[in-house]
């Protein structure tokens, strides 16, 4: 095992606690260009605009040079999304292309998973679209106005500014798909690739499940090389009991998972599958996540409050990151590493984000997100895209299997340098009724009400999208909605204090 030196970075530079809403001015994206896929670096690896699909590139190796909130992290937006008292929601990691944001949302109960995709205004959270006859528990890929996403057993595009389906593929091996677009392409898990504009099959290698990656113009599975063109072998991995995780500057990072139970990482030459180097990591934890860029690889394992960097070269440990809280996943983002985090409190637990100076080793800010009191709680990769991070809090599935009524929450981060003028406290929107909502019949009359403190009339405006299409089209501290005959409806409440501050929360209506 490489030698360690080992260093504690707990000094904290400008903590800022999350309690204040947006108090900035509007958010301006990085466009993507509509007659490119994005820039292939000097790796092969294909970086485009803003953050197009999970992991940030076609790589996956949540590298970018896209700066966060300089010099801190000062405020935040968010969005709730509810749950039922039987179900959770759980979020993907979001992918934000132009003005918007795409997201995945999983529902999940004992008995089944549900869920949808949907586009929100980057700068409000508006929602854009909903797509909830699409079963999406996959982040979408986002190239060319498109929308790639994967169900069950199909292969959705979708026009990214309005939800409209383009074109539809259901065939064998389909299932939960994720995908990387290159040269007008959609390759998938499972060994297709399709035409991006017509969804035309252009090859399959049935019976490959692992996921797909792309780097050095080659298509990585966890079981070997493909030609792009024609899907072609071009070489196969050795080792059976692995998965690729990443790839960057000409290698492919993989875990191995040997018969002892130990896991390792170790990288093989992008072109030709040559063994370079491997790292064992310290106690045998199990690897988390990988992250790659600038020369080094950003290692988390499960149940860690650690971050190893391993130099991407010869494989040795520079440098140890001990932190104080458990961390998850990292983004590498113009020399700064944001790491989402759990922290343990006496009866809950704190979500965190927390940026750490790369050549320092120093931590510029974090930011905490609020208390949970959650069995599991999942804080999704940072995504960092012109000057803020983009992050999703989730419960993850109890112990004991059942569920009541966990919500998720997406956050916005940024930094503003105007004098805060505010009360100090944002909004904070919830719903509630008299009638049982898990026990209602077409036809029947809901009222719903705001549970938020202080709705006087000089306080907060209330308003209500009550029909699901995106609209506030009702104002106040109540409303009554109709439950559909069949289908569901979801309801959404907005909330804007005085300070401009807001928050949304929703319920879903629907007949038993």
Same mark, same amino acid.
């Given at each position: 095992m490489p030698n360690e030196e080992r260093r504690t970075f707990l000094k904290t530079v400008g903590i800022a606690v999350g309690a204040a809403g947006l108090t900035g001015t509007g958010v301006t994206l990085a466009q993507q260009d509509d007659d490119s896929d994005g820039d292939t670096g000097d790796d092969g690896t294909v970086h485009a605009d803003g953050w197009p699909t999970r992991g940030g590139n076609m790589a996956r190796n949540r590298s970018t040079d896209a700066s966060g909130p300089v010099p801190r992290a000062t405020n935040h937006r968010k969005m709730d999304f509810e749950a039922s008292s039987d179900e959770l929601i759980q979020l993907g990691e979001p992918v934000v292309v132009g003005e918007t944001v795409y997201l995945s949302v999983a529902v999940r109960n004992a008995e089944s998973t549900d869920g949808y995709v949907a586009a929100y205004d980057a700068a409000t959270f508006e929602r854009q679209w909903k797509r909830d006859d699409i079963r999406v528990t996959t982040s979408p890929t986002v190239v060319d106005g498109t929308a790639y996403v994967g169900t069950d057993d199909s292969l959705f595009a979708l026009n990214a500014e309005t939800g409209e389906t383009e074109w539809k593929r259901t065939d064998e091996h389909l299932y939960q798909p994720e995908t990387v677009v290159v040269d007008g392409r959609v390759y998938t898990d499972g060994g297709y690739a399709y035409d991006a504009e017509t969804g035309e099959l252009l090859w399959e290698e049935r019976g490959n499940s692992s996921r797909v990656f792309y780097g050095n113009e080659t298509l990585h599975y966890s079981t070997g090389a493909?030609? $792009?063109?024609?899907? !072609? *072998?071009?070489?196969?991995?050795?080792w059976h009991n692995n998965s690729v995780h990443t790839i960057s500057d000409g290698l492919v990072y993989k875990i191995l998972y040997p018969a002892d139970g130990t896991n390792q990482l170790y990288t093989t030459s992008a072109d030709d599958d040559s063994s370079e180097w491997s790292y064992s990591y310290p106690d045998n934890s199990v690897i988390r996540s990988v992250t790659v860029g600038d020369g080094s690889a950003f290692i988390t394992?499960?149940?860690?409050?650690?971050?190893?960097e391993v130099d991407a070269e010869t494989g040795t440990a !520079?440098?140890?990151?001990e932190l104080d809280v458990g961390t998850q996943f990292v983004t590498l983002a113009d020399g700064v590493l944001y790491v989402g985090g759990v922290k343990q409190l006496d009866d809950t637990k704190e979500a965190v984000v927390l940026a750490i100076d790369v050549q320092t080793g120093e931590e510029q800010w974090r930011y905490t997100l609020g208390e949970w009191d959650y069995e599991l709680l999942t804080v999704r990769t940072p995504v960092v895209v012109d000057e803020k991070v983009y992050v999703t809090v989730s419960p993850s599935w109890p112990y004991d299997d059942t569920p009541d009524g966990e919500k998720s929450t997406l956050f916005a981060l940024e930094y503003s340098d105007e004098?805060?003028?505010?009360?100090?406290?944002? $909004?904070?929107?919830?719903?509630?009724? !008299?009638?049982?909502?898990?026990?209602?019949?077409?036809?029947?009359?809901?009222? *719903?009400?705001?549970?938020?403190?202080?709705?006087?009339?000089?306080? $907060?405006?209330h308003e209500w999208d009550t029909n699901g299409d995106g609209e506030y089209d009702e104002t106040g501290h109540s409303v009554e909605v109709t439950v559909p005959d069949c289908e569901s409806l979801e309801v959404t409440l907005r909330i804007t204090d005085s300070d401009g501050d807001t928050d949304t929360a929703s319920v879903i209506i629907a007949p038993n």
């Open positions: 493909r030609n $792009p063109d024609d899907g !072609s *072998l071009k070489w196969s991995y050795s394992t499960w149940g860690s409050d650690t971050v190893i !520079s440098e140890i990151y004098e805060d003028d505010s009360d100090g406290q944002a $909004p904070e929107a919830c719903i509630e009724s !008299s009638s049982n909502l898990d026990d209602l019949e077409a036809g029947d009359t809901v009222r *719903l009400e705001t549970c938020s403190t202080c709705y006087t009339d000089e306080g $907060p405006t």
